[in-house]
């Protein structure tokens, strides 16, 4: 009878815990958690061996998970450190930038006469790009180039100086400022230059450094803009790859240095059929069907070999997966006759190794590429020719990167003025360093090349030399933050879940089952 009795028990109670929400297995395992720890002994009955089994084990039980965070989070500290003294220590990352602008000044300030007013100057170069071309259209790239270039031509100090100056000239300035302690005359200088570029970094003005200049020559730019952006936005929109089709690339005042008749810019696909069709392997073979009303543009192995990157026929890595617009991009610059020659001939000499004419053709002709339809409508073509040639060569590997980098240069600046980049080039080596220069002074690079030649270089070849980060404490950074992650994971799921179900858990039982064990049972 008691028997029975207490299973009828046992079931209501299980029932009422199912009505809950948990499944038959957790109810029952909860009723048992919750017998367990009614027959535990309180910490004052419990033998004192007892209570120090108890102790230690409610510190692992409890103090796991947050043990595991802060370990994690000591071990994240320790490998950024190690990452950071890798690099050159905090001193070294926090003044890199700083130096950087200090040498550009210098080299600067090199070539400029003691007497020369440079911000005289430096106004009548923005006037000249404002005055355009001979058919006086306004050539807003150029005045880009001059406007970001100035702090440093200038000087940022010689700047402030300047626009502090109302009713006194900046020499009353400069020595009115320095009977002032250094800090303070430090800070002034400084908000003279950093609050106006603030305020027109939020009215969104292009370029900022406007604010510097006097209103009448911001009058003449914002008049300028619309013309400018009518002729602009297209060739932008064709040079970033977002639009098919053909190009005159005169059409953009001051961008292409020939002077006579219309330099034609055809869409990836397109420019490899014209190319392909030219190639005297081709007209031997005639394998792809070419039309005989294709425009004529002259045969150019260098141009066939970038037309494969442009049509995608050359496979992308993670790091070149912008060889195919930075390609289009060094094609554009050839035609408007800004591609440096230096540049030209290593480019030339790497891509007759590793794609030359035959090889080329072959791989589309393997796509089944009808140059006739593949002409007109390009798109059908796209995917048949991806990827057609790997790029596990390291020549070809090689020119796809700085191809990739190029492209980088449109990103950091626009695709206009990427032109003007690709025009001061040396060569292909020289590309991580103008990039560099591009990331902190825009196209204000073109400028600085301008005034001191290919010496510019230099200023950014002690930048490149970097501490290299040891594998060991790269992989242990990974490591701990992905550490931290799974903790915080599992406290997100202990969070979402009910607390019954919590209650109903086996980690719930076993450590009712050992506090009873431990502890003791009640008598």
Not at 234 to 243: D, S, T, Y
Not at 253 to 275: C, K, N
Not at 331 to 353: F, H, I, K, Q
Not at 399 to 405: K, P
Request: proline share 5%.
């Amino acid at each position: 009878m008691d028997a029975t009795g207490d299973a009828s028990e046992e079931n209501g109670g299980t029932h009422k815990y199912r009505r809950a929400g948990l499944t038959q297995i957790e109810a029952q395992r909860y009723s048992r958690t919750l017998e367990m720890r009614e027959e535990t002994r309180r910490l004052r009955e419990a033998s004192p061996l007892g209570i120090l089994g108890w102790l230690i084990w409610k510190l692992v039980f409890k103090g796991f998970q947050p043990t595991w965070m802060i370990a994690s989070i000591l071990a994240a500290c320790a490998f950024g450190l190690l990452i950071l003294r890798d690099l050159g220590g905090l001193e070294s990352v926090a003044s890199e930038t700083a130096d950087l602008d200090m040498r550009i000044e210098a080299a600067f300030e090199a070539e400029r006469s003691p007497r020369l007013d440079v911000y005289g100057a430096w106004l009548e170069a923005l006037d000249s790009a404002l005055d355009g071309d001979l058919r006086r259209r306004p050539d807003l790239d150029r005045f880009q180039i001059w406007a970001e270039a100035g702090p440093y031509l200038i000087g940022r100090e010689t700047l402030a100086l300047t626009m502090l100056a109302d009713e006194e000239t900046p020499e009353q300035v400069d020595a009115r400022l320095r009977a002032l302690p250094p800090e303070l005359r430090a800070r002034q200088l400084r908000q003279a230059l950093d609050m106006p570029l603030r305020e027109a970094r939020a009215r969104e003005i292009t370029p900022v450094e406007q604010v510097f200049m006097p209103e009448a020559m911001q009058a003449r730019h914002r008049s300028a803009l619309p013309a400018w952006n009518l002729v602009a936005g297209p060739v932008e929109a064709f040079l970033m790859g977002q639009a098919e089709g053909r190009l005159d690339i005169r059409s953009q005042p001051g961008l292409s240095r020939q002077q006579a008749g219309g330099v034609l810019l055809y869409d990836g696909v397109r420019h490899l059929v014209i190319q392909s069709c030219q190639s005297p392997i081709e007209r031997r073979a005639r394998r792809l069907g070419c039309p005989q009303d294709l425009p004529r543009q002259g045969f150019d192995p260098f141009l066939l070999a970038l037309s494969a990157f442009e049509a995608g026929l050359v496979a992308r890595t993670p790091d070149t997966v912008n060889a195919q617009r930075g390609a289009q991009l060094v094609r554009a610059a050839y035609a408007a006759g800004r591609l440096s020659t230096g540049l030209e001939a290593d480019l030339r000499a790497d891509l007759a190794v590793s794609l030359p004419p035959d090889y080329v053709v072959d791989r589309a002709f393997e796509a089944e590429l009808q140059a006739e339809e593949a002409f007109q409508i390009p798109s059908r073509y796209q995917d048949r020719l991806s990827a057609r040639i790997p790029v596990d060569e390291a020549v070809l590997h090689d020119v796809a990167r700085h191809l990739h980098m190029i492209a980088e240069l449109a990103d950091a600046s626009s695709a206009s003025l990427s032109l003007r980049l690709i025009e001061i080039l040396p060569g292909i080596d020289a590309v991580p360093a103008l990039l560099a220069l591009v990331e902190r002074m825009g196209a204000g690079a073109v400028a600085l090349h301008q005034t001191v030649g290919d010496s510019m270089y230099e200023i950014v070849e002690v930048e490149q030399v970097v501490g290299e980060v040891q594998p060991l404490h790269r992989h242990g950074l990974i490591a701990s933050l992905m550490s931290m992650l799974i903790v915080l994971l599992l406290s997100l799921k202990r969070i979402a879940t009910a607390p019954l179900i919590r209650q109903a858990s086996r980690f719930q039982g076993l450590d009712a089952f050992l506090c009873r064990l431990l502890l003791g049972r009640k008598v």
